[in-house]
């Protein structure tokens, strides 16, 4: 699990209880930050329950002064066709959007990377077709040249699921246009862009919306 950086003492909610979702909240939980959550589905509020994660019991009358940051899973309409409500409540408020991705980012790098002989390289594929194979096959080739590597993202483990890079490693990211165009914090060595094709225009309002995410 990646341990998240300036989270202590902070307040965040994490809309949507999937993958991602999920390993926000325990990477949340687990690097001192109070986090409370919520899914439409009662199955999976009942199932983060169980875990011992605090659900918010409503979505009604929130006061959204007493959180920091609200963390998003990929699925989840942020701007079209509509978003969330609890979404649309979070930017009237002036609260930031973020997701997984963005806490990874922000977070993955620490002090020990200066005692690394060869830093950790990151590797982000993203585009409308091939990124699973993409990612896939650089995941293989890296292995099979002996580089101890990670695949994740929107394949394999979540960002943050994965365990902390050591030296000389290559973390190899697929991620999708859902899950770019909210990260707050997207800093890879290496972007590969694979193509585009018109896709999931209800989800990003149009032609122009979905290249530009």
């Not at 307040?11 to 690097?31: D, E, K, P």
């Not at 585009?127 to 590597?149: P, Q, V």
Request: hydrophobic share 40%; proline share 5%.
């Amino acid at each position: 699990m990646i341990k998240l950086q300036g989270c202590v003492d902070q307040n965040y909610m994490v809309l949507g209880l999937g993958r991602s979702g999920m390993a926000s909240v325990g990477a949340l939980t687990a690097s001192g930050a109070n986090v409370i959550c919520w899914d439409d589905d009662e199955e999976k509020r009942s199932l983060a329950s169980s875990k011992g994660f605090q659900i918010k019991n409503t979505i009604s009358d929130f006061d959204w002064q007493s959180i920091d940051r609200l963390i998003i899973s990929p699925g989840i309409p942020h701007h079209f066709p509509l978003p969330h409500p609890i979404i649309a409540a979070a930017i009237a408020a002036g609260v930031l959007v973020d997701n997984d991705v963005g806490l990874f980012f922000q977070s993955v790098a620490t002090e020990s990377w200066s005692n690394f002989s060869v830093r950790p390289k990151i590797v982000a594929v993203t585009g409308s077709n091939g990124k699973s194979t993409t990612a896939s096959l650089l995941y293989y080739i890296f292995s099979t040249l002996g580089y101890k590597s990670q695949l994740a993202g929107n394949i394999g483990h979540g960002v943050l699921d994965i365990n902390p890079p050591g030296n000389n490693e290559i973390i190899i990211l697929e991620l999708s246009s859902y899950q770019i165009e909210v990260a707050r914090t997207l800093s890879p060595d290496i972007a590969i862009f694979t193509n585009f094709s018109a896709d999931h225009l209800d989800r990003h309002g149009g032609l122009g919306g979905y290249p530009a995410a």
